[in-house]
């Protein structure tokens, strides 16, 4: 009986196990404070929406396919716009040579860049082929990532959509609907590729000094492996289930007891030792 109240207190699911934004101590880390955003810069692979903008319905024709530049936009940054057919039609992918091949220009070597950049050396190329043809207008060009997502497994394992330029870790752990009573925040691993190299962070997502650390902001591709407390296949979420849980130990303990005492009772009556 003993074994067994210790096993269900040990199982206890505690709030110091699942709560957020706590004070770092001996058990719950401090960070540092390193907190630096940076653009993402691309990477072989990713697929960019380029949307140029002119006066000239021309010109607006020739690099836009026709196509709506707001809604085209809204698709493919949110995943949809069809299959990847039509996103051939509509996005521009990095090849192995860290380019992109553009109508008119030929290839643009866009690797490592941010999106900021991209654009401004679109409008700089574009800018010297226009300015040739009478009636010259200026051009503004749009450049966004297509599809930028990152990826969970372990517990909600499944890829989600990065809707906005800065996602936190909280607000991508809101999005696959938080990490439930037994998921480890703990020991949360982020598996991240850059420039062909891939690291592995660990850390406690309880901290409230994870907001001023690199931990903070999430990347496009970032997988985020969650893994479940060993020994929580069964657990206890309250004291109310605690002392449940003991009663009924108890309970049984003295239902098995009552069963075995009645029996060596019915021996000693009928088989009397000699």
């Known amino acids: 009986m003993l074994a067994l109240v210790c096993f269900a207190l040990s199982s206890c699911v505690t709030a110091r196990k699942v ?20 653009d993402y810069e691309l990477r072989i692979g990713d697929r960019l929406y380029v ?51 553009f109508p008119t220009i030929g290839k643009v070597l866009v690797r490592g860049l941010t999106t900021r950049e991209v654009k401004r050396k679109l409008e700089d190329e574009l800018s010297k082929l226009l300015q040739e043809i009478p009636g010259y207008s200026t051009v503004s060009v749009e450049v966004n990532i297509v599809n930028r997502s990152f990826s969970v497994i372990g517990a909600q394992s499944g890829r989600y959509m990065i809707t ?13 609907g938080d990490l439930g009573e037994f998921n480890s925040r703990k020991e949360i691993k982020l598996i991240r590729e850059k420039e062909g190299v891939t690291t592995v962070k660990t850390f406690d997502a309880r901290s409230k000094d994870i907001i001023n650390s690199e ?6 591709n970032d997988i985020i492996y969650i893994r479940q407390i060993p020994g929580y296949s069964f657990g ?3 004291a109310a289930t605690v002392v449940g849980v003991t009663a009924a130990t108890i309970s049984f303990a003295v239902f098995v007891y009552s069963v075995v005492q009645t029996g060596i009772n019915h021996v000693n009556k009928h088989y009397p030792k000699q």
Not at 25 to 35: C, E, G, R, V
Not at 71 to 76: K, P
Not at 78 to 100: F, K, P, R, V
Not at 164 to 176: D, G, H, P, Q, S
């Open 19 to 38: 709560n957020y934004m706590q004070e770092p101590d001996k058990y719950i880390p401090h960070y540092a404070d390193t907190l630096s955003f940076e």
């Open 236 to 238: 206890i979420n309250s």
């Open 164 to 176: 906005k330029e800065k996602m936190t870790i909280f607000e991508a752990l809101a999005l696959v």
């Open 215 to 220: 931990f903070y902001y999430i990347e496009p």
């Open 51 to 101: 949307y140029v903008y002119s006066l000239d319905e021309n010109v607006t024709k020739m690099y836009n396919a026709g196509g709506n530049g707001s809604q085209m936009r809204q698709q493919m940054m949110m995943g949809g716009g069809g299959s990847m057919g039509s996103y051939d039609l509509y996005t521009y992918l990095i090849a192995e040579d860290g380019t992109i091949d």
